[in-house]
């Protein structure tokens, strides 16, 4: 450059050197090499060294031996063959990403990683993963060069979760594909997105319900976190999660959620997030669904949210291949009924945002209605549902808590539930009504079954065999017998009531009729009132005198009980012999 230049040798030569990777550290260590002075080559520097060198074209026609050659023999021999120089090779390339690119540094060290984590550590002379003390190929513990014995505790499966964590959104994205192509299981690189994300977005732990393993410290790596953009993190770990199912990994779709809605990503990973989760909406637990509402509307949950998740469900596909690693719990519970499962959660997240007083009713419809009626065997949850709105919204009108009723078959509700139902007072009397009606038809069925089991028993008898699916209802029946037999004992017991409140009456009468007569007999003689202040008597009124008991102003009536009319009678006894 100097050569070429026009200057004249009485000028100072000045010369700008446009995207020098490295800066002048970096210049200043080639410009220590050129003149024969001691350069020391680190994985640390190496990626810049090697950059350096090219850009300066410092190849073997200027000189045997020059710093491109040194560099690049140096980063084949030494870096590419252990782990740990490997990683911190791979974090130097982002400051010279473009010209890591062309030397196809990026490469080789994704491929040098991806081919280490499938292979047994054991079998290399690098250390596989520094957790602040060295740690030999076999997982023993160092100190000071001496084999201790002593294993690390961790898992086999997640040593180099922590060590790649510390890579930039773009290099660990590329890694992770890279490992996927390579046939690494889904269920470790799942598990090393996961770690990845905890770090970088720390409000993820809140709905997690506990961390998977032991916090670790590269102390060794000396590595410092990088500063990233949660949202950029969060709209890039998105893409790489497979389709899979588990318990765990849909406890981690529900917060990656939330995190998303708090952060305002895009629309496209929001909806991503949502059909995630409604792939696998049978796994989610009820907590997880309870997602507050981030923006200005006046719900405190955001219902939209769950509503759109439902019909992803509704909308997703019938099979989806499940894995259950034992280290991050994410197997899926076998279950041929998921619709059931999601009816359930629905009716008890229903139950759970009902006590919200800003929550508008057709919020509640539209989440009802989310599902078919064929997902509901009985709809005890949904009618709990309502209950409990209709007690947080006391100014609601008979018609919208009839319009809202009308989600419910009544044909389905438990006997408890039609029992509570039949005498709350929240609900409309028509709805009452219906569940009368209903409560009915069943006891009718019940006693039809009741006598059709008696007509089989009379028959020859032999062995008897029961589907199944019948057993919830012959067990349902049985409770609507014992009901009817309940009922029959209470109504003989009313006949018993009513003949003996007849006998108690017809004895009033004959006793009223004689102290009529015996009234009429002495009237001539002395008035009773005189004779008993002459003897020293107190006297009682007479019954004409006294105010009419029950019996007499109300009739002759079947509701009288037992316990009324024998102190009535006992009284009348009195009255008629005080004054003799």
Same mark, same amino acid.
């Given at each position: ?87 911190? #090779? ?152 497979? $389709? ?172 408890? #539930? ?7 007072? $929240? ?154």
């Amino acid at each position: 450059m100097y050569e070429e230049s026009k200057s004249t040798r009485d000028k100072i030569f000045t010369a700008l050197l446009e995207e020098f990777p490295g800066g002048p550290d970096t210049f200043l260590i080639a410009a220590k090499f050129c003149y024969g002075m001691r350069v020391e080559l680190t994985p640390r520097n190496i990626v810049m060294i090697y950059c350096t060198a090219d850009y300066l074209e410092m190849t073997d026609e200027y000189g045997e031996g020059n710093l491109l050659s040194k560099s690049e023999s140096f980063f084949h021999k030494n870096i590419l063959h252990n782990w740990k120089d490997c990683i911190l #090779a791979l974090q130097s390339c982002e400051t010279v990403i473009q010209r890591a690119e062309k030397l196809h540094i990026v490469n080789k060290c994704v491929n040098a990683l991806s081919v280490m984590v499938c292979t047994d550590p054991s079998l290399f002379g690098w250390p596989m993963m520094m957790y602040g003390s060295l740690q030999s190929p076999g997982g023993s513990i160092l100190w000071n060069g001496i084999n201790t014995g002593a294993r690390i505790r961790s898992s086999e499966s997640d040593w180099w979760f922590e060590d790649i964590s510390y890579l930039s959104v773009s290099l660990f994205e590329r890694l992770i594909k890279t490992m996927e192509t390579r046939g690494i299981r889904p269920e470790n690189l799942v598990g090393a997105v996961m770690h990845y994300t905890r770090k970088y977005l720390p409000g993820l732990g809140r709905w997690q319900g506990g961390q998977h393993g032991i916090p670790r410290t590269v102390t060794s790596f000396s590595l410092t976190p990088i500063a990233l953009d949660q949202r950029v993190v969060l709209e890039s770990v998105e893409k790489l999660l497979p $389709r899979k199912k588990g318990k765990s990994f849909c406890r981690f779709l529900l917060g990656l959620l939330r995190v998303a809605l708090i952060l305002g990503v895009s629309e496209s990973c929001k909806d991503a997030l949502e059909r995630r989760i409604g792939r696998q909406l049978e796994l989610a637990t009820l907590d997880g669904l309870l997602i507050p509402t981030y923006s200005d509307a006046d719900a405190l949950y955001d219902t939209d949210c769950v509503e759109r998740i439902i019909h992803h469900f509704m909308l997703s596909e019938s099979k989806v291949t499940p894995f259950s690693p034992s280290s991050f719990d994410m197997e899926t519970s076998p279950s041929s009924r998921p619709l059931q499962k999601v009816a359930k959660l629905v009716d008890n997240y229903i139950a759970e945002v009902a006590s919200d007083v800003t929550l508008k009713p057709v919020k509640i419809r539209s989440l009802a209605e989310a599902l078919p009626e064929s997902s509901r065997t009985l709809f005890d949850g949904l009618y709990r549902s309502l209950d409990i709105y209709f007690k947080a919204h006391p100014w609601l009108s008979d018609k919208e808590k009839e319009e809202l009723c009308s989600i419910i078959d009544f044909s389905k509700l438990s006997i408890d #539930a039609c029992a509570h139902a039949s005498q709350n007072e $929240r609900l409309p009397l028509r709805v009452v009504l219906q569940v009368l009606f209903f409560e009915q038809m069943h006891l009718r069925t019940a006693l039809a079954g009741c006598l059709h089991g008696l007509e089989t028993e009379s028959g020859p008898a032999g062995p008897v065999t029961v589907p199944g699916d019948m057993a919830g209802q012959i067990i349902q029946r049985d409770g609507w017998v014992t009901m009817v037999r309940e009922n029959r004992v209470l109504k003989v017991d009313m006949e018993k009531m009513r003949s003996r409140v007849g006998e108690l009456e017809e004895e009033f009468s004959k006793i009223k009729q004689e102290m009529k007569k015996v009234n009429k007999s002495h009237s001539s003689l002395s008035s009773p009132r005189v004779v008993a202040r002459r003897i020293g008597c107190s006297l009682l009124s007479r019954p004409s005198d006294a105010k009419p008991d029950t019996i007499e102003s109300t009739g002759p009536s079947p509701r009288i009980s037992v316990e009324q009319a024998r102190p009535s009678l006992r009284s009348r006894h009195n009255k008629s012999f005080s004054l003799f």
